[in-house]
């Protein structure tokens, strides 16, 4: 059985910092990543990693404040100066693709599994 499962939401102050986790078991997927659903919207992809060679791509709106790793089995993303923007549900997503199809150009449909979400709040 397939898990994803976050955790570490919470809330912080604009220029803060927080970390999310997702655990993953039951299955080693190559193109992991996090989606972001702010109020009022759909969700966005704003990091993902490929496992193969550890490359990973983020959103403009989180380049340089991001960072998405697995050092084993769970995934994080480490959020630094935190926006009041940065506030919504923040959900974990795997699927098996390949190099050029593990891009920002996927959208949520493009994900087979899916973690619960964890949420963010950012104020100013």
């Known amino acids: 059985q397939v898990l994803l499962v976050e955790s570490g939401g919470g809330s912080a102050q604009a220029g803060g910092s927080l970390t999310l986790s997702c655990a993953i078991s039951?299955?080693?997927?190559?193109?992991i990543s996090w989606f972001r659903q702010q109020p009022g919207k759909g969700r966005g992809l704003v990091a993902l990693?490929?496992?193969?060679?550890?490359s990973s791509d983020y959103a403009d709106s989180v380049k340089g404040r991001f960072t998405i790793s697995r050092p084993h089995h769970t995934l994080f993303l480490q959020m630094n100066n935190l926006k009041p923007e940065d506030t919504g549900m923040y959900y974990c997503?795997?699927?098996?693709?390949?190099?050029?199809?593990?891009?920002?150009?996927?959208?949520?449909?493009?994900?087979?599994?899916w973690g619960q979400g964890t949420e963010v709040t950012v104020s100013e």
């Open positions: 039951g299955y080693s997927f190559n193109c």
């Open positions: 997503a795997a699927k098996t693709s390949t190099w050029e199809r593990c891009s920002l150009n996927s959208g949520e449909d493009d994900y087979n599994y």
């Open positions: 990693l490929r496992s193969g060679d550890r």
